[in-house]
C-alpha cells in the first residue's frame, strides 16, 4: 500500500525556499519541531539538499575492483526507527557513514549509477533501492519503500525540485507550509515546488485543514489534497 505522504517545506512570506542570508537562528527549530509532530517513518530529500547534510565532497573510489555490482536493491538495515530517503538518481552524495540526523540513509539510485558508488555505499552500511534504469518511477519507489521496510508514513522534505516532482506525479497526500515571519525578494531564488515546463502535469488542488500560529510569528498552515474544486 503506498505510504502516506506530507510535503513539509518552510517559505518565507513571498513563497521562497531558500534559507541562506535569512539570519533566522529559530527557524530550522520551528521546522524540524513540526515535522517531528508528523510521527513519520521517513523523511525524503533531494540530492542537493542530501549533500548539504553529508558535508561529503567525494567517496572512496576502486572498492568495485573494475567489476560489475548487481542492480539489485540493497537493505544494510530493515528495523531503524527512522529512514533518511536520499532522491540521488546520478549517485552524487558522497555519505560518511550511514546515518543521517539520527536517521539510516536509504539512497534511491537509477541503474546507471557508477558501480565503485554502490561497492562504496556497502562498503559503509547505507542501504540503496533502484527506481529505473536512467530516470527515477517515484511511485515505484514508495512502492519498494512500503513493501521492503515497512514504512506507512512519509515527510517530503525539500528542496523544491524534489517537492516539485512529488506533487507534480501526484504522491503527495497533505502539503504543510510553514511561512516565516520575512520577505525575502530575491527573484532568481526557488519557490517551495519546482517543477520544469515541460514536466508540469497540472495545479495540485488542496484543501485547509489546519492553520497555525507557530512560535517566532510563524505560520503553519496543513492541506490536504482534493480533487479539482
Ligand atoms: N525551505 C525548505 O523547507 C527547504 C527544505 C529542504 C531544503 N531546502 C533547501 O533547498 C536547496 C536545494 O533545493 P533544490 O531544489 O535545488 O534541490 P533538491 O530538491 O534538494 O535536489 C534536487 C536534485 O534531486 C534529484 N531529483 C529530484 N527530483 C528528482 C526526480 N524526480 N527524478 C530524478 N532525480 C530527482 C536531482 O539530482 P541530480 O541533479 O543529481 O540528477 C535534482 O537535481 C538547499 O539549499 C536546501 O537548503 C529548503
Redesign the pocket.
Known amino acids: 500500500m503506498k505510504p502516506y505522504v506530507i510535503s ?4 518565507s512570506v513571498d513563497g521562497r ?4 542570508g535569512w539570519h533566522l537562528k529559530f527557524a530550522s527549530d520551528v ?1 524540524e519541531s513540526t515535522a517531528a509532530s508528523f510521527k513519520a517513518d521517513g523523511w525524503i ?8 547534510i553529508s558535508h561529503g565532497t567525494d567517496y572512496l573510489k576502486g572498492l568495485a575492483k573494475n567489476l560489475p555490482v548487481e542492480r539489485t536493491d540493497f537493505f544494510a538495515k530493515r528495523d531503524a526507527s527512522q529512514y533518511a530517503i536520499s ?4 549517485g ?1 552524495v558522497a555519505w560518511k557513514n550511514n546515518t543521517a540526523l539520527d536517521s539510516h540513509i536509504v539512497e534511491v539510485l ?1 541503474r546507471a549509477v557508477p558501480d565503485d558508488y554502490l561497492a562504496y555505499l556497502q562498503s559503509i552500511d547505507v542501504s540503496y533501492v533502484f ?1 529505473g534504469d536512467t ?2 518511477d ?1 511511485a515505484a519507489v514508495l512502492d519498494t519503500l512500503a513493501r521492503e521496510l515497512g514504512v506507512k508514513r512519509l515527510i517530503v ?10 506533487v507534480n ?1 501526484g504522491l503527495v497526500d497533505e502539503v504543510s507550509v ?1 511561512i516565516m515571519p520575512l520577505v525575502d525578494g530575491r527573484s532568481a531564488h ?1 519557490s ?1 515546488y ?1 517543477i520544469s515546463m515541460d514536466a508540469w502535469k497540472a495545479p495540485t488542488y488542496l484543501q485547509l485543514t489546519s492553520v497555525e500560529r507557530a512560535d517566532h510569528d510563524a505560520v503553519w498552515m496543513r492541506y490536504t489534497r482534493t480533487s479539482r474544486p
Do not use: K
Not at 532522491?87 to 546520478?90: E, H, K, Q, S
Not at 522534505?157 to 512529488?166: K, L, T, Y
Open positions: 513539509h517545506m518552510m517559505s525556499s531558500l534559507t541562506d521546522y530529500c533531494g540530492r542537493v539538499t542530501m549533500q548539504e532522491i540521488d538518481p546520478n552524487r537509477t527506481g530516470d527515477l517515484l522534505e525539500g528542496g523544491s525540485h524534489v517537492s516539485g516532482a512529488f506525479a510553514l526557488p517551495s519546482e
